[in-house]
């Protein structure tokens, strides 16, 4: 696929500017157990396959969830971006229609990146709203790509008919990490240290 073709898919993805970059290439594997699990989902990207990737925050879950979904579409699929919260807030807007918010969204796509998942407020209604698009998917064979803090079991524990569904149309991947963004936060102010240099004195 050219660029100008790619460029067209993003933009209709509605992926962030800040993510927009996002590629396996360019992460940041600072440790084997990260570079395996970068491999791993490489693999899975090639073989078209869903994916659930969870871990702690700032361990790069977005930027692999998004270097996925440019693999897919790469391959040929439209895909979109939304932020779990995001999403059930136009539920909410729409006054709880599920139905319609979930149709605009999937209209046309072959893959959905659902990012942040458990990060919205653990509401009956978030996780009714939730399940309904996960279903959707499910029942229509989607592709989904989803990040999260929560772990399998903790999955389970916030909507268990949710991490079934996933279970079946996704392969789980942890990461392990530290914080990226305190990492580089920290980088950046041992070079900033190093860069000034004592005052010279006058006799």
């Known amino acids: ?3 100008e073709r790619l460029a067209e898919r993003m933009e209709s993805a509605e992926i962030p500017k800040r993510y927009s970059g996002c590629r396996f ?23 078209l396959r869903g994916v659930v990737i969870f871990g702690p925050v700032g361990c790069g879950k977005t930027h692999l969830s998004l270097a996925s979904l ?28 599920a139905k319609e918010i979930t149709g ?3 209209d046309g796509l072959h893959v959905l990146l ?14 009714a709203s939730l399940l309904y698009l996960v279903d ?8 989904i790509i989803v990040t ?27 990461l392990d990490g530290e914080d990226y963004r305190l990492r580089n936060a920290a980088q950046r102010q041992k070079a900033d240290r190093c860069k000034i240099t004592p005052a010279k004195t006058v006799n």
């Open 1 to 3: 696929m050219d660029s």
């Open 25 to 47: 290439e360019n992460f940041d594997a600072y440790t084997p157990k990260l570079a395996r699990s970068v491999a791993v989902l490489r693999q899975l990207s090639s073989e």
């Open 70 to 97: 440019v693999s897919l579409m790469l391959a040929g699929m439209w895909g979109r971006f939304i932020g779990a919260a995001d999403y059930v807030h136009r539920v909410q807007s729409a006054f709880g229609n």
């Open 104 to 106: 605009e969204i999937l």
């Open 114 to 127: 659902l990012d942040d998942l458990g990060a919205e407020r653990g509401t009956e209604s978030a996780r």
């Open 136 to 143: 959707q998917l499910y029942c229509a064979k989607k592709r």
């Open 148 to 174: 999260s803090n929560l772990k399998a079991k903790e999955l389970y524990n916030f909507e268990p008919r949710l991490a079934s569904r996933l279970g079946e149309m996704s392969a789980f991947v942890e």
